[in-house]
């Protein structure tokens, strides 16, 4: 089965610096990888997704890379804002409906 | 260590009966989470639970309740069920007050298939 290795587990950075979070994948089929966001008693929440066919897309500050060849995909936040602390979530998906999750980032940004 | 343990892992039902799934979050684990995932879709959030009180509400049908026990156990109950509940059903839990530790943890889900 499909599995996501999802580093670090922890990061913390100051505010106005930029963060990124790698993740990689083992099933070559997977084609659709989304980043989830969850703060504190919430729900995890879409943030942004990329499928198979986009190598990079972007949305204001968050970005996210995908490298099919090497199976590793990347979120990445620019301009760092406390609020921007929480827990990230990458997964990815196949046309099957299976989605397998990595373990998470927790993202600390210091005034 | 034990993980968050769903049940069952596979459910078959006809149209207009009535589901019942089970998740068992890690122990001291105090929050649980519901989410739906269709075929190649994403999850999607559905209920969640801190301390056995409904913390937050997503798309969840109204066909649908859930509840948290003492024993942090929860139960998503459906009923009159159709054919597009037809998905798998994560259950995820964590410690809320310690979550920057510990984030949360996914069950393998229960594929509810209804015919």
């Known amino acids: 089965g499909e599995n996501v290795e999802q580093h670090p587990s922890t990061l913390s950075v100051q505010e106005g610096d930029s963060a990124v979070i790698k993740c990689t994948y083992s099933?070559?089929?997977?084609?659709?990888f989304p980043w989830y966001k969850q703060e504190l008693g919430k729900r995890p929440q879409l943030i942004i997704d990329?499928?198979?066919?986009?190598g990079e897309k972007k949305d204001q500050r968050i970005a996210v890379t995908l490298n099919k060849t090497a199976k590793h995909f990347s979120l990445h936040i620019t301009e760092t804002q406390p609020e921007d602390s929480a827990v990230y979530f990458c997964a990815a998906s196949t046309n099957a409906g299976k989605s397998t999750f990595g373990d998470g980032t927790t993202l600390t940004v210091k005034p | 260590a034990a993980g968050v343990i769903q049940s069952p892992r596979h459910l078959i039902k006809e149209k207009r009966e009535t589901a019942t799934l089970k998740c068992y979050p890690i122990?001291?684990?105090?929050?649980v989470y519901w989410y739906q995932q269709g075929p190649g879709q994403d999850p999607q959030f559905l209920i969640s639970?801190?301390?056995?009180?409904?913390?937050d509400k997503g798309s969840i049908p109204d066909r649908f309740s859930a509840q948290q026990f003492s024993d942090y156990h929860s139960e998503l109950n459906m009923s009159s069920l159709e054919l597009g509940d037809s998905a798998l059903y994560f259950c995820?839990?964590?410690?809320?007050?310690?979550?920057?530790?510990?984030?949360?943890?996914f069950g393998s889900g229960t594929r509810l298939t209804v015919v």
């Open positions: 122990p001291r684990h105090d929050t």
């Open positions: 990329i499928r198979s066919n986009v």
């Open positions: 099933d070559s089929a997977s084609n659709y």
């Open positions: 995820a839990s964590s410690y809320a007050l310690r979550y920057r530790e510990y984030g949360y943890t």
């Open positions: 639970f801190y301390e056995k009180m409904q913390s």
